[in-house]
């Protein structure tokens, strides 16, 4: 997770193993990242643990070891997944140098980490509460993140002034569309498209 430092100006934030995922062994980690790849590609909520050991082609006691029941997995799965796409798009986003451009290649970063969560999985975890709220708290952080590079922008000189809590208010409620599916029924457009879209309007908007 994305993470403000106490007592002072945000710096760029840090991504944390979690403490459960520090200590699994190469197997474990191994059918993580395979429940992964099944659950962006076909969701989660019609599969039961019998499926899941069959697909993967291990013991239901394997999967017993990541989490105690299917919906702790699909919890922990989510978790997993939102934590390495945090990891990818700050990655690319400190490449950028130039603060005109951190937003844009951010919030494109943020499109090609979600590109691999196909239809069903935005359905099934917009119907699973607990992966819904996983899904809330990172895209109020990636809010909070977009709201940190406008200021560094406009203290650069590279932005207009603009009000950042309105932009990133303005942001998150057309990122909550974009995953909930409603952006793309409206406009056609996918979600790695509509970040793209976003990316451009919102440089647009307020560069000088």
């Known amino acids: 997770m994305l993470e403000r430092p106490r007592g002072g100006a945000m710096t760029t934030p840090t991504v944390r193993p979690s403490a459960e ?25 019609r599969f039961t643990l019998d499926d899941l050991a ?12 990541l989490a105690g029941s299917k919906e702790q997995l ?11 796409a945090t990891e990818a798009v700050e990655a690319r986003t400190v490449e950028e140098t130039d603060p005109a451009l951190r937003v844009t290649t951010y ?11 196909g239809p069903a999985f935005h359905r099934d975890l917009d119907a699973f509460p607990p992966g819904r709220a996983v899904y809330e ?21 590279r932005f207009r002034e603009v009000h950042p809590a309105l932009i990133a208010d303005t942001v ?6 974009i995953g909930r599916g409603d952006t793309a029924r409206a406009t056609g457009l996918d979600d790695a498209a509509a970040y793209r879209e976003l990316a451009l309007l919102l440089l647009h908007g307020i560069s000088l």
């Open 74 to 84: 699909a919890l922990r799965v989510i978790r997993h997944f939102f934590r390495q």
């Open 172 to 177: 998150t409620t057309l990122m909550f569309r």
């Open 21 to 45: 995922d520090a200590t699994m062994t190469r197997r474990q980690a191994q059918l993580l990242d395979q429940l992964e790849e099944l659950f962006l590609a076909d969701g989660f909520a």
């Open 137 to 157: 708290r990172n895209t109020a952080v990636a809010a909070d993140r977009v709201r940190q590079l406008i200021d560094e922008g406009v203290a650069a000189g």
């Open 107 to 117: 919030l494109s970063a943020v499109a090609r980490a979600l590109g691999p969560a």
């Open 54 to 65: 069959l697909r993967l082609h291990c013991s239901k006691s394997t999967l017993y070891t």
